[in-house]
């Protein structure tokens, strides 16, 4: 049966070993959420709305809430500008309506602060810079990895620790958000900013820290974005965007201020628990640590900087990254340490303008070819950062 809209229906609040689960069918897949139950949870449309808002847009559906699902009369008419925002990144979405009756302000549930927090840098940052204010860590299953359930109780356990040193609550909210979007190919470059978003509105605090990946000068379509994260707060519930004022070598700098907060940087993409050291963004940041002479009881010490050799640079969001080591490295006169980003930096931009050169030479018939010369992943979702309209130019 041919779908006319992207439903919302059946939402509910239960208790699920010892969690508030927040549930709702959405487009006929069962998404749900468990909260801790310290934190009291309103059962409300808007974090389902973030969650189905880019299926919506690429298949060009309404959204449509059951009668009984409240929604903030904020959020509603931010949802114009934030469509609009997402449409001028990926001209593959359409604005779509978003079909509700029941529209009504939150009860305002939660007193504090709250600020996301992986444990990677972004975040650590963003918590030595308001740590008088925040009140509360979030930490979300399955946002850098979504097969590693067995590492689940141990990241739990070390998230409660860390909050604990410093009298502070920890937050940990499971959900299956990322098996929804994997199934639909909606890329979570993407997606995690509207699921950001969803839960920082959630949870019904004052304000929610959304820690920056990238500085102001590094600009350019993400999931979370200093244009896009304010306008998903609604009333007496503010999202602020944090950290686009400084690099990630920098931030690590002031993180290591406080040396606790720099044993327990946690940043792997292989792991959710631990760091393997070997991965993309332990090399990274074990790097831009041996740049400043810091260590951390979380990741080895860069004894050999051939180690390096191993990192590979994929992508525009990975080279700014990039570009600050080397950066950092010549301002600590390591010529031989800037050289191996140097040298980074070149061959991707080699490959970078090759497929350019392509389009213009031979207009689009190489495509194929050039995006397996780039490994370009990313081409296997309906849904991405930059959309696949722009490809066809």
């Known amino acids: 049966m041919k779908r006319t809209s992207v439903l919302i229906s059946n939402l509910m609040k239960a208790s699920v070993e010892g969690q508030q689960r927040i549930s709702a069918e959405v487009d006929g897949e069962l998404l749900w959420f468990d909260f801790p139950n310290h934190i009291e949870v309103e059962a409300r449309g808007e974090l389902f709305i973030a969650a189905s808002l880019l ?64 444990g990677g840098v972004d975040s650590s940052y963003t918590f030595c810079k308001h740590q008088e204010e925040i009140t509360h860590l979030i930490t979300l299953a399955g946002f850098d990895t979504i097969s590693k359930q067995d590492q689940w109780s141990n990241l739990v356990e ?37 699921t950001l978003a969803g839960i920082g509105i959630s949870l019904g605090f004052e304000k929610v820290y959304i820690p920056s990946s990238f500085t102001y000068t590094d600009m350019f379509p993400w999931g979370s974005h200093p244009c896009t994260d304010p306008l998903w707060s609604i009333e007496n519930r503010r999202l602020v965007h944090d950290g686009a004022e400084v690099s990630r070598s920098d931030k690590i700098v002031f993180i290591s201020s406080n040396q606790f907060v720099l044993d327990n940087i946690q940043v792997c993409w292989n792991n959710i628990a631990h760091n393997c050291d070997t991965c993309s963004k332990c090399l990274r940041t074990r790097a831009a640590l041996h740049i400043y002479q810091l260590t951390s009881k979380s990741l080895q010490h860069l004894s050999d900087i051939n180690e390096l050799k191993s990192l590979t640079l994929t992508s525009q969001a990975v080279l700014p990254f990039i570009q600050d080591l080397s950066c950092h490295a010549r301002e600590k006169n390591l010529p031989e340490l800037s050289k191996v980003f140097s040298v980074m930096i070149r061959k991707y931009l080699l490959k970078y303008h090759f497929e350019g050169f392509v389009k213009a030479l031979f207009g689009n018939g190489l495509k194929k070819l050039v995006h397996k010369f780039r490994k370009t992943e990313w081409k296997k979702y309906r849904v991405t950062m930059e959309g696949h309209k722009r490809d066809n130019e």
């Not at 059951?66 to 604005?95: A, F, G, H, M, R």
């Not at 609550?169 to 470059?189: G, V």
């Open 55 to 118: 299926e919506a847009m690429i298949s060009n559906l309404p959204i449509k809430l059951d009668d009984n699902i409240p929604v903030s009369p904020t959020l509603l008419q931010s949802l114009d500008e934030l469509q609009d925002i997402y449409i001028c990144w990926n001209s593959d979405l359409s604005k779509v309506e978003v079909q509700v009756s029941n529209i009504q302000a939150p009860i305002n549930l939660s007193q504090g602060v709250g600020s996301f927090y992986s």
């Open 158 to 194: 070390k998230k409660q620790t860390f909050a604990n040193e410093f009298n502070i609550d920890s937050i940990i909210i499971n959900n299956n958000l990322r098996q929804f979007s994997n199934s639909r190919k909606i890329s979570f470059l993407f997606q995690h900013g509207l």
